[in-house]
T-cell receptor, first 110, second 116 residues
């Protein structure tokens, strides 16, 4: 089966840095995505990793270790608008099928 | 339009009735996905289309669920004899599969289905 784990909730203060972890166990691996979902809205794409290492994109960075089945999303200089659910998703051996974790609800306090 | 369009945005139906949900993907996107999101749960994969064919239907929860796609564009998800446990937000997404595996999914705003 496919298993993707991430913390249910996290809190942080404005201006801080937060790291959201994701561990996965899937049959095969063809890439890992991070999505952001604000309440009542559709998920939007943040990042994609298929090779080990860190991908940086502005205030957001995503890291992958395939040998450990581990990824994290790093958010810097947090803003109130970053309060949202962050979804980790993996493409396993079946191309086209993306498995999602339950999401991490991040609350940013002033 | 520029994005994935889903209709209706909200649907309330009585238990036992059939419902049909519609998805209009981004023009030119060959891959289309249906997911279901229940309160506090992750996105549950239902079905994936590449063109008009569905290589993977294994996520459909029961034979009451079916989906089709015509003309490589619009897709409909049909739920027959709805049950209360079918209540959820049904999300559709499309991607340009030709761009490769890292082509992100673009989601619609979903249809919120409530079965009373």
């Amino acid at each position: 089966g496919q298993n993707i784990d991430q913390p249910t909730e996290m809190t942080a203060t404005e201006g801080a840095i937060v790291q959201i972890n994701c561990t996965y166990q899937t049959s095969g691996f063809n890439g890992l995505f991070w999505y952001q979902q604000h309440a009542g809205e559709a998920p939007t794409f943040l990042s994609y990793n298929v090779l080990d290492g860190l991908e940086e994109k502005g205030r957001f960075s995503s890291f992958l270790s395939r040998s450990k089945g581990y990824s994290y999303l790093l958010l810097k200089e947090l803003q109130m608008k970053d309060s949202a659910s962050y979804l980790c998703a993996v493409i396993g051996s079946t191309l086209g099928r993306l498995y999602f974790g339950r999401g991490t609800q991040l609350t940013v306090w002033p | 339009g520029a994005g994935v369009s889903q209709s209706p945005s909200n649907k309330v139906t009585e238990k036992g009735k059939d419902v049909e949900l519609r998805c209009d993907p981004i023009s030119g996107h060959t891959a289309l996905y249906w997911y279901r999101q229940s309160l506090g749960q992750g996105l549950e994969f239902l079905i994936y289309f590449q063109g008009n064919s569905a290589p993977d239907k294994s996520g459909l929860p029961s034979d009451r669920f079916s989906a089709e796609r015509t003309g490589g564009s619009v897709s409909t998800l049909t739920i027959q004899r709805t049950q209360q446990e079918d209540s959820a937000v049904y999300l559709c997404a499309s991607s340009s599969y030709e761009q490769g595996l890292n082509s992100p999914l673009h989601f619609g705003n979903g249809t919120r289905l409530t079965v009373t």
